[in-house]
Structures are given as C-alpha cells and as structure tokens.
C-alpha cells in the first residue's frame, strides 16, 4: 500500500492553496503536512488535465517520431 493511502489528505486554504497529505499527526494535534504528488493534485495546482484520446493522438501523429522507449527498454 502507497503512502498515500495511510495517511489522510487534506485541503488547505487561505495564505497556503492545495491538497496535502498529513505526514504525521502528534498528541498534541499538531499535524505536519506534506504536497500532495499525486497525478490529480498536480494537475489541479497546474491547471491542466489528462488529454483526450484525440488530443493524444493528435500529438502522437505530430512528435511520435521524435518520442524514445523508457531507459533499458528496446
């Protein structure tokens, strides 16, 4: 299990935007907090979205060519 999925998210609002994760919760209640790197959480700090099928191959047909395999991949 992912990190992630232990512990809880949160948002927070005001002098500080975005989606965190609670990293540690102390008896006191403090809470230390963490930015949440998931895919969805980046996308929404950054405005974007996942491309549509047209728009990925769209941009397969324009820089495919260009595009090499992972590192050790053939």
Do not use: C
Request: proline share 7%; hydrophobic share 30%.
């Amino acid at each position: 299990m992912v990190r992630e999925q232990l512990m809880g998210h949160v948002k927070v609002t005001g002098a500080v935007n975005g989606r965190y994760i609670i990293s540690d919760r102390r008896p006191d209640g403090a809470l230390t907090l963490e930015p949440d790197t998931s895919i969805e959480a980046i996308r929404e700090r950054t405005g974007t979205r996942e491309p549509t099928a047209e728009e990925w191959a769209e941009f397969e047909r324009e820089h495919g060519s260009q595009m090499l395999p992972p590192d050790g991949d053939n």
